[in-house]
Every structure is written in C-alpha cells, then in structure tokens.
C-alpha cells in the first residue's frame, strides 16, 4: 500500500469511527447493533493505535519534535483510558477521535495552523470588543435599568443582552420595547451595534482571514524550498554521476 494509500485509508476509518459513534448515540439503533458498534469502534481504535505505533517506529524522536504528531498522540491516549465506573464520563470524548481527520487531511491543516497563526491578532481584537462591550453595558445599565430591569437590571444582566444584541438575535424587539418609554434610545443601539458589529467583528474577521493567508503563504514557501533542497540534491548527484562516467571514459 502506497503513503496516499495508506493516508485515504486511516481518514476513512476516522470517518466510519465518527459514524459508529454518532450511531451509538440512537437509543433504538444500539439496542439492535449495539454490540456491532462496539465491535466497530474498538476495531477502529486498534487501526489508530497501530497506525500511530508505525509513526513513531518510523520517525523515532523526531515524531514527538511535530506538534501534529503530539496532537494525535493526545487524541488516542484520551480514546485509550479507560471508560468505566467513575471514568463513564470519559465515553463520550471518543468523539475528539474525528479531529484527528485535522491532522491527516492537509487542507484542513493549513487552515488550522492560519487560524493559530492569527491568534496574536485576535486577542487584540477581542480585547477591543471586551472593551465597546464594558462601556456600553455601564452607559446601558445607568439608561435603561428603570425602564427594562429584565434586560439591564444589572452589568451582568446588561453585558449578557448587548452581547445578544452584538449577534443580532432579538435586538429589534428590545429597542421597541424601550423606545416605546424612551423614545431616542434607538440611538445607544444603532451606535452601538454599528461599532461592536459592523466595525470591531469585521476587524476580527479580517485579521483571521490575514492570519490564514499568511500562514497557508508560509506552508506554500517551505514547501517550495525543500523542492529546491530536493532539485538541488539530485542536480549534485547527476553531475556526480556524469563525473564518474566521464572518468570511465577516459581510463579506457
């Protein structure tokens, strides 16, 4: 079996793992398959263990110098401790199996390493929004805790409704309801969900989107230099080749 082979062969068992244990979830399928889906997903947690054992074989210490490679190793030592007694509660983190399809498939983790790349820039941003978000829910509790005390009867009150209002969930019936005692408050909330939605979220928006193509521009980069580490290798080994030839030659 070829690498690609090999590679299409463990995403489709994360796959049927990630469908046996979606199954397992159906009151009515287990009690017909249950032991079938057992059967299913040890067998799938034995290609794992043996797939990841092969790694290390074949990688030694530099497996554990890929931060991949960790993530895996993490993802099937959570699927191997035990799942009984006080431990139950474990069973249902055999599902962080299906991300390990992030690790295999290369696309997806490309945009994963962008996303984390952005991080730095995120925080910012989130900062920035942590920060609209605290104003605004002061200014809205002093406005408006007489008139609405169910929605800004208190900051955490407060903080929870403009984070609702942020997301656009609802928010039109909780401006009408205060316009109707207070009729310019459509002002706080027109300014506010101009500023936390429409500038600060497309910010954080646009710096992940920065991030993931910075981060895909690097992965493109490496790749392009250890083609020309390798074209640069076999170019050495071709004129070392003809030198050899050539000296053939001239002996005889």
């Given at each position: 079996m070829t690498r690609t082979g090999f590679q299409r062969f463990i995403i489709g068992a994360i796959i049927f793992n990630a469908v046996t244990l979606g199954l397992e979830t159906s009151t009515a399928v287990v009690a017909r398959v249950g032991d079938l889906l057992h059967f299913a997903d040890r067998a799938a947690l034995a290609i794992f263990v043996v797939e990841l054992l092969l790694r290390i074989y074949a990688h030694g210490l530099a497996f554990f110098r890929d931060s991949?490679?960790?993530?895996?190793?993490?993802?099937?030592?959570?699927?191997?401790?035990?799942?009984?007694?006080?431990?139950?509660?474990?069973?249902?983190?055999?599902?962080?199996?299906?991300?390990?399809?992030?690790?295999?498939?290369?696309?997806?983790?490309?945009?994963?390493?962008?996303?984390?790349?952005?991080?730095?820039?995120?925080a910012s941003i989130a900062a920035l929004l942590a920060l609209v978000l605290y104003v605004a829910g002061v200014m809205a509790t002093k406005l408006f805790q007489h008139l609405q005390p169910a929605n800004f009867?208190?900051?955490?009150?407060?903080?929870?409704?403009?984070?609702?209002?942020?997301?656009?969930?609802?928010?039109?019936?909780?401006?009408?309801?205060?316009?109707?005692?207070?009729?310019?408050?459509?002002?706080?909330?027109?300014?506010?969900?101009?500023?936390?939605?429409?500038?600060?979220?497309?910010?954080?928006?646009?710096?992940?989107?920065?991030?993931?193509?910075?981060?895909?521009?690097?992965?493109?980069?490496?790749?392009?230099?250890?083609q020309a580490e390798t074209d640069a290798l076999i170019l050495a080994e071709v004129r070392a080749l003809r030198e050899e030839i050539a000296e053939l030659k001239s002996r005889t």
């Open positions: 991949w490679n960790i993530f895996d190793l993490v993802i099937i030592a959570i699927a191997i401790i035990p799942a009984t007694g006080e431990f139950s509660v474990l069973r249902a983190l055999r599902i962080l199996r299906v991300l390990r399809l992030i690790s295999v498939v290369p696309s997806m983790r490309r945009v994963v390493s962008g996303l984390l790349a952005a991080v730095p820039g995120m009867g208190d900051l955490g009150t407060t903080l929870f409704t403009l984070f609702q209002v942020m997301t656009g969930e609802g928010w039109p019936d909780i401006a009408r309801d205060l316009m109707e005692k207070a009729p310019l408050s459509w002002i706080f909330f027109v300014t506010y969900i101009v500023v936390s939605s429409f500038a600060v979220l497309n910010m954080f928006i646009a710096v992940v989107v920065n991030g993931m193509d910075r981060g895909m521009a690097d992965e493109v980069m490496k790749a392009e230099e250890k």
